[in-house]
């Protein structure tokens, strides 16, 4: 069976930073999409940052970009969410998702959450002072 864990959320001040984890079980993370997507209350999911694992190729959004960072430790089976400068617009539960197969671009596949299939329970991100 597929697992997703989410650790690494928390309260943290304007600014400031934390490191968001995502361990799998089941399958190996050198999968072909692995990705973070955040939901804030009343807004629709959306993609974060990707990673394409046959070629490296990452995405971010718009709105984090130069201020989040993903990466990955295959020995370990996890993937990781560097996220420095928070701001409060980046509230929301982040969560941790992989796709097997396909080819389309990691651009396509980010904006797109309803491509991947298998999903972690979420991690709750505040930053508030």
């Known amino acids: 069976q597929l697992q997703l864990v989410e650790s690494g959320g928390g309260l943290v001040q304007p600014g400031g930073s934390l490191r968001l984890s995502c361990v799998a079980a089941?399958?190996?993370?050198?999968?072909?999409?692995i990705g973070w997507f955040r939901q804030a209350p009343g807004k629709q999911r959306e993609g974060v940052s990707c990673?394409?694992?046959?070629?490296?190729?990452?995405y971010y959004a718009d709105s984090v970009k130069g201020r989040f960072t993903i990466d990955r430790d295959n020995a370990k089976n996890t993937v990781f969410l560097q996220m420095n400068s928070l701001k409060p617009e980046d509230t929301a539960v982040y969560y941790c998702?992989?796709?097997?197969?396909?080819?389309?671009?990691?651009?396509?596949?980010?904006?797109?959450?309803?491509?991947?299939?298998?999903w972690g329970q979420g991690t709750q991100v505040t930053v508030s002072s």
């Open positions: 998702a992989a796709e097997v197969g396909g080819r389309l671009s990691i651009t396509t596949m980010c904006r797109s959450p309803y491509l991947f299939d298998s």
């Open positions: 089941g399958f190996s993370l050198d999968s072909d999409y």
């Open positions: 990673i394409k694992s046959s070629d490296g190729t990452t």
